[in-house]
């Protein structure tokens, strides 16, 4: 069951000065909705609309059949704002804008809006899937309706709070590094103009290793995948606890080609979606990536180039 990518764009995090995370640079959106609308917008919402409507403009689609959006968090930083203004004022006179904003759906919502879709629209908060599972639930979408066009993302972002609380529950160690970013793809189960296909996909949800070891070893083995003529997007993202499991894994396969996109992006929960963006990118060749976030759930995407 073949479902084609037909565009991606993402917005690429940047190092920080420091060195201790990944964070987007502030997105060129005035073409897709006015300033003075936006400027009630948090970040995560900016970046969620620049990539969203820049896969469509790449597509040459002014309004998608469909908005798929997967979150790990959702809008952080707006709920940070309503529950400061709740103790801030005792709870009178709040600003609604900051609670209007805070749902996860609201990137999703603010797309549909602007492109005039009234069609499916769902959010998936899956914690370290939450992308992969909006992927898989427009592939079977786009299995079920080749003729749609899906838009298809994911979409995480990095607040102090946030950077706060998980420094102190110790989820980032040695050089792993929180991140944030927006990546989205238009998809669709019809082959004309697409850049590459999804040719298979599955999502682990098990913490359990040997469960993970049998899933990607089955995976690889049904699929046909030739480790020697496939690029592999890995998760490692520089915490040994994490990488050296996941490089043992990898060991009897003999990969020659090996791509560790957190290097770039940082770690977070739908940091996957950047992956699969860079992938398909790549798919002159097979790629298959792997994304799990720190040692969650796990899941496998194989990308193909159309001609293949």
């Known amino acids: 069951m073949a479902v084609y990518i037909r565009s991606t764009a993402s917005l690429m995090p940047e190092k920080s000065e420091n060195g201790r995370s990944f964070v987007c640079p502030k997105p060129q959106i005035k073409d897709f909705i006015d300033p003075k609308e936006s400027r009630r917008m948090s970040a995560i919402i900016k970046n969620g609309i ?24 959702g809008c952080l930083s707006d709920t940070v ?6 103790l801030q004022y005792n709870e009178e006179n709040l600003n609604p804008a900051p609670f209007i904003y805070s749902t996860h759906n609201t990137v999703g919502g603010a797309i549909s809006i602007l492109t005039g879709c009234t069609g499916y629209n769902a959010t998936f908060v899956h914690r370290g899937v ?5 992927l898989l639930d427009a592939y079977l979408l786009s299995a079920e309706s080749p003729e749609l066009n899906i ?11 946030y950077a706060v609380i998980t ?27 697409a850049v590459c296909e999804i040719a298979a996909m599955k999502i ?15 995976f690889v083995e049904s699929n046909g995948i030739d480790p020697s003529k496939t690029v592999i997007f890995t998760p490692f993202n520089g915490d040994s606890e994490c990488d050296n499991w996941k490089k043992q894994v990898l060991m009897p396969h003999s990969w ?24 398909c990118g790549r798919a002159e060749r097979s790629v298959l990536v792997w994304n799990s976030f720190l040692n969650m759930e796990n899941a496998f995407i194989l990308i193909k ?4």
């Open 256 to 279: 020659k080609n090996i791509v560790s996109p957190k290097e770039l992006t940082g770690e977070f929960m739908t940091a996957g979606a950047l992956s699969f963006a860079m992938a």
């Open 167 to 193: 420094g102190r529950m110790g989820l980032y160690r040695e050089s792993s590094v929180p991140g944030e970013g927006a990546a989205f793809s238009v998809i669709s189960g019809s082959k004309e103009n």
């Open 50 to 73: 620049f990539a969203g409507m820049t896969a469509l403009k790449n597509a040459g689609i002014a309004k998608p059949d469909a908005i798929i959006t997967g979150t790990g968090l």
């Open 130 to 134: 939450s992308f992969e599972s909006a």
């Open 305 to 308: 180039n159309v001609t293949v």
């Open 151 to 161: 838009l298809a993302g994911g979409v995480d972002e990095l607040t102090d709070e």
């Open 81 to 86: 704002k309503f529950m400061s203004s709740i």
């Open 204 to 218: 682990v949800p098990s913490f359990d290793k040997i469960t993970v070891e049998n899933a990607f070893r089955q």
